[in-house]
């Protein structure tokens, strides 16, 4: 019987604003919300709240008291947290409201959505840290699954989730590290004692989150009884079958025009409609399957683009040399002992700001622009640049007082 785990990414990133060479010395205030709505994090978090946040809980919560074997699990960056505290609380209590089932499962990450698993082990254990307790304190649990940032995977990621004490570990199923495998298994991954290694069924996540108002698909409409009925195939071939996806799916990334939010209205009954099929949480998931297998994840996977590896992030000279700079200010900063450093510090981390500065595909204005304030990658590379001198000037002062 195929469970199906359903996981949403919830995130937003405070963006940095235009932030010129003149503003350099003069002007500490990167992430403000001066400015139209492409800069205004507070402009751009209230709308997507009205279109995702708001609506898509409250269908959320009417699936799970209609359906008892309903689950779901979130991923809730700490900046994503932060906005939703200062912004829209409204949005907040939604989701404390869906924890309050019992059958919505919330999943560790770093605080700030940062790379810090590629550069600095010891920041990445204080960013997940900090989001353990942040999750606690907004919602009295504490997370026992791993979820990386944009899905950054690697066998040296799995162990140092398992040396924080997590029990399982969300991955991109891409089809160069499974080979042969299927992605509907539970994993075990290469190096590790007890974790367990969960994969998104990419195929059929992307049927949702990207192909679903495509009408140039061959599959065009997506019905949930269609959808069903693919899941339901997996029966005898599959245990688990892990729909991994963007909240911002359902009413932003795909209108409500499209019939979204029917799709999803639909769909739990759709599933299980099907006598053999049921739906976990990932922490369920690990609990009730074997690993199958041990998996051996040499490179670094992601869930972006075609590629699947960090050529999203680190696929050109002003996104390595922006990076290399930020994580060379670690220990300045940290020494600093000054708590607004730090903050803008780590929110400079954040994986938007590298996205932004992606050149690979920008001339076919594909989805490396989607809620992107900027109008170039060189733009967005300027503008954190720019912050990163002032950041260091101030680190300075510091550091003579």
């Known amino acids: 019987m195929p469970s199906v785990c359903f996981y949403f990414q919830v995130h937003q990133p405070f963006r940095v604003k235009k932030y010129s060479i003149f503003q350099i010395g003069n002007d500490h205030d990167y992430f403000n919300d001066r400015g139209d709505g492409k800069l205004n994090n507070g402009k751009i978090f209230e709308k997507v709240a009205r279109k995702c946040y708001l609506p898509t809980n409250e269908m959320m919560l009417r699936l799970l008291d209609r359906h008892p074997e309903f689950k779901i699990s979130y991923s809730l960056s700490g900046v994503f947290l932060e906005q ?10 939604s989701f404390y409201r869906l924890v309050q089932t019992g059958r919505v499962e919330l999943l560790s990450e770093t605080y700030y959505h940062s790379l810090a698993a590629l550069y600095s082990f010891d920041e990445f254990e204080r960013q997940v840290a900090m989001h353990r307790a942040l999750i606690r304190k907004f919602f009295g649990v504490t ?11 690697s066998n040296e990621i799995a162990r140092y989730a398992e040396r924080l004490g997590f029990s399982g570990i969300l991955a991109e199923g891409a089809d160069d590290i499974l080979g042969w495998r299927s992605p509907n298994f539970v994993y075990k991954p290469k190096g590790t004692d007890t974790m367990k290694l969960l994969l998104k069924n990419y195929k059929l996540s992307d049927d949702i989150a990207f192909r679903f108002s495509s009408r140039d698909w061959l599959e065009w409409p997506l019905t949930a009884e269609k959808f069903a009925r693919w899941v339901s195939e997996h029966n005898g071939n599959g245990e688990v079958v892990n729909l991994f996806m963007d909240y911002e799916t359902f009413g932003e990334h795909q209108w409500e025009s499209t ?4 799709f999803l209205r639909e769909l739990p009954g759709r599933i299980l409609g099907h006598a053999d099929n049921d739906f976990k949480t990932p922490s369920e998931a690990i609990a009730a399957y074997p690993a199958r297998d041990e998996l051996d994840v040499l490179r670094y996977v992601s869930w972006a683009d075609i590629e699947r590896d960090l050529s999203a992030w680190r696929s050109n000279a002003m996104q ?22 730090m903050e803008d510090w780590r929110k400079l981390q954040t994986s938007d700001h590298f996205y932004y500065m992606c050149t690979k595909w920008f001339a076919d204005g594909d989805v490396h622009k989607y809620f992107n304030p900027y109008d170039s990658p060189y733009e967005a590379f300027i503008a954190h640049r720019n912050v990163l001198e002032d950041l260091h000037i101030r680190i300075k002062k510091v550091e003579v007082i």
Not at 143 to 153: A, G, K, S
Not at 321 to 335: F, N, P
């Open 84 to 93: 939703a505290e200062r912004y829209a609380p409204e949005v907040l209590n």
């Open 143 to 153: 997370p026992t699954v791993f979820r990386n940032t944009e899905l950054i995977y």
């Open 259 to 262: 019939g979204i939010f029917d």
């Open 320 to 341: 390595e040399a922006a990076l290399g700079k930020l994580y060379q200010l670690e220990r300045e900063v940290l020494s600093s002992g000054d708590e607004q450093l």
